[in-house]
């Protein structure tokens, strides 16, 4: 009597074998629902690793809604033809809002979202600032505007935690820049917001050979207050010529449980106005250039008078100085996993590279020679990136992976192709590589061409003391 339910079951084994199949098929597509990009074939990054099968990934709304073999139902398919997914990088130091051409040369480098670290004004906002919102972005609340309004005591304080409340993520503090900010106006400002979880962004106080370690100290005991401290562009302005000094202070201070950390970009030569206090005194001797390594646009070679003249003329120039020693670099880009500031907003008044293409160059002269793993790079700027910055900006928490349920801020990679063309001669040239890229799910990038030129897809990226 058992035989025939056996042979029932062999007879019916492989036509319910296909239904389950059928059913299970049904139901990754009824999870997915229709995306609006299904991108084909694509090599991704897991982790540090790139995938070495191929996957699909799926975008709905502004969220990545599928990772997998199936070809699901889509509005829209791009063919990824084995290329690189990547999530979008983070530029940790934009120094200033973004024209919609900046915006776009950032894109170009691999960026969907800047932080505005080098200060803003009170209450900042892109759309306040007639700004781009192409990428994402988040602000600072800087003292300058502090001490344009003569603000002081419980006054500064209170404007400082209004633009936190209102979506800074961190104080800005330039004291190289702005005399106000005292050695005993950092030191207060630590011991007022100690423990509350407010980031502490450092241009440092010196950027002299003979100095620069003292400025490192200052930001270290701001974070010994109980602060999470951040520092901008150490390899021009705090470790210059003792890159690892700085490192084992920084590293010494993290083991007793600091929370510190620093960016960089990968050019030797730094950029600031020729008005600004960087230029006092005996500068060339902080610096240990000479005339040969200092250059302004449109000039020739340089003298001591006519430096001076043009100093002292109401007319803006942006002067370049190539003092960081390559060897500085080459060691924030390979003894460390420290994160790209770019130091520069990339717009038509700017005549240094590093807005345009930080990113790929570091892939042109560390990924290509050989020093690093692309890989570990592509995770290094991006997802290790955004964790890196969570705790201060929650909207991060959800980006900087490519997961299911994530953010779709993505770029598409034609490994092959990834060049910087920025240089001193033509600052805005445009890096290549970049195929495809998301913003919040909507498209700015596709088949190496711009789209959807009148879209804003960015986000205010609130900080954590927003209301």
């Not at 005996?282 to 000479?290: A, L, S, T």
Request: hydrophobic residues 40%; proline residues 4%; contains cysteine.
């Amino acid at each position: 009597m058992n035989e025939p339910t056996s042979r029932t079951h062999s007879a019916w084994g492989k036509p319910a074998a296909a239904v389950v199949a059928l059913l299970a098929l049904g139901w990754i597509w009824l999870r997915a629902g229709v995306c609006d990009y299904l991108i084909l074939e694509v090599h991704y990054l897991q982790g540090s690793k790139i995938t070495e099968e191929t996957f699909n990934v799926g975008i709905r709304r502004d969220r990545i809604a599928y990772i997998g073999k199936q070809r699901i139902r889509a509005r829209r398919t791009i063919a990824g033809n084995g290329m690189i997914l990547t999530p979008g990088f983070m530029d940790v130091n934009s120094c200033g809002w973004l024209t919609e051409s900046a915006a776009m040369l950032k894109l170009k480098d691999g960026i969907t979202t800047y932080l505005n670290a080098h200060g803003d004004s009170f209450r900042a906002t892109a759309s306040a600032n007639h700004a781009s919102e192409k990428l994402n972005y988040a602000t600072s609340v800087g003292l300058i505007p502090v001490f344009d309004g003569e603000l002081k005591g419980s006054k500064m304080i209170a404007a400082l935690e209004d633009s936190l409340r209102h979506g800074a993520y961190t104080i800005s503090l330039s004291p190289e820049y702005t005399a106000q900010t005292t050695i005993e106006l950092v030191a207060e400002l630590s011991k007022h917001f100690a423990h509350k979880n407010v980031l502490f962004t450092f241009h440092l106080r010196y950027s002299s050979g003979g100095e620069e370690l003292a400025g490192v100290k200052e930001a270290i005991a701001c974070a010994a207050q109980g602060n999470p401290v951040h520092i901008l562009h150490v390899a021009s302005t705090g470790a210059t010529f003792h890159p690892e000094e700085a490192k084992q202070m920084i590293d010494a201070a993290v083991r007793q449980g600091m929370k510190i950390s620093y960016d960089f970009y990968p050019y030797t030569t730094w950029a600031s106005s020729i008005h600004r206090a960087r230029f006092e005194g005996d500068w060339r001797g902080r610096y240990r250039v000479d005339f040969q390594k200092v250059h302004i646009a449109g000039e020739g070679e340089l003298t001591e008078s006519r430096f001076e003249e043009l100093r002292h003329s109401s007319q803006e120039h942006m002067v370049m100085v190539d003092s960081i020693p390559q060897a500085t670099v080459d060691f924030f880009a390979l003894e460390t996993q420290c994160p790209i500031g770019t130091d520069s907003e990339a717009n038509p008044r700017t005549s240094h590279p590093r807005g345009a293409g930080s990113f790929t160059k570091f892939v042109n002269d560390y990924v290509d020679t050989g020093r690093v793993d692309f890989g570990v790079a592509m995770h290094r700027f991006s997802t290790a990136t955004a964790n890196l910055y969570a705790a201060y900006i929650p909207g991060l928490a959800d980006r900087g992976a490519i997961e299911a349920g994530r953010h779709a801020d993505l770029v598409l990679w034609d490994r092959a192709r990834i060049k910087s063309q920025a240089d001193f001669t033509n600052p805005h040239k445009p890096s290549v590589g970049v195929v495809a890229a998301f913003v919040n799910g909507v498209p700015l990038i596709l088949g190496g061409e711009l789209v959807n030129s009148n879209a804003s897809p960015g986000r205010h990226l609130k900080g954590a003391w927003a209301r």
